[in-house]
């Protein structure tokens, strides 16, 4: 077989995407944390909620048919803010603006916390029919008088915000990332646990923390078989997870679980002893000059997930977003 360039486009990312796209409260009482949760006022309305996903939406097509990257971190934090700063780079390299994008079917769910930051998350659809595709928004604000920053948007499988549990007056409650009472395991914990499964496979220290499925072990096996297909092109390709520095946000669902939104790195890097074998494609586009890589090439990924913890049994991992964010070749 003759020798076949390979373009670097973050290889594992049509691997992820393919697997993931194969694609009241009920339940004993509060605990006193959770009662002074409750106790505590919520930071805004369902009303004043939509208002602040509104003024996004509008922020974010202005930026987004101007591909004025300068203009995000006004609506943004990390770390969407990296993620979508990277999808506009590569916007402007292919000069393709995104489309415009209009939420419908929203719900709100909007935690009583003591504290900052505040936040809430929001559940939402863009696109119809089999162009539909769920969202599940979280906002933060960093101190009084702050603005209110999207700061993290996986993509759920399905209605995954519909079990957030709510209580008489149509408040969440937030679980904190140290919570292990009553739940298979702290949320905090849950990020650690994937980085391994993903790294080193199921076997893997306290991956059994999490169900199989296509986000966990199918992906695992996606990205071996990557690996091995790389290799059969004179590429070596290695790849590691690990749990991001990025805050853990949770709220409680209907079953007493927690429903939890964390953010995941992925370094790749990729290497071949023939010069020029490897080229930037793909979502590394914008993110490095297109012949930059020669003999090696390392990314940054970043992926945002949202797993269900159930009380007892294995959490399920119901949402993901992927986006590479920074690449250097050699």
Known sequence: MPARNVTVASLV???LLAAAMG???????PSSAEAEKRAAAPALSKAQA?????????QANRAGRKLDRAALPGIEADPQLSMDDASLKLR????????????????FYIPRVSGYPH????GAVTGQGKRSMRHALLFTQAKAGAPWLLTANPYPTG???GNVAVDPEGFATSVAPDERKGLAAAPGKVPAAHAALLTDGPGAANASLLADGAQTSETYKALKQGEKTLAGRGVT????FSPSAYRVYALRTKDRGALVWYVLKQNEAYSSSKRGRLAVGGDLLGLAPAKAARTRMDTTVLVQYLAAVPPKGRATVTGMYRKAVTAHGT
């Open 92 to 107: 402007r390299v292919i000069k393709r603006p995104p489309p415009a994008v209009k939420f419908t079917n929203t719900s």
């Open 13 to 15: 990312t049509s691997c």
């Open 159 to 161: 209605d995954a915000l």
């Open 119 to 122: 936040w809430f998350a929001a």
């Open 237 to 240: 390709l290695s790849s590691r």
């Open 50 to 58: 939509q208002q602040v996903l509104d003024a996004y939406t509008a």
């Open 23 to 29: 694609t009241g409260c009920s339940g004993g009482s």
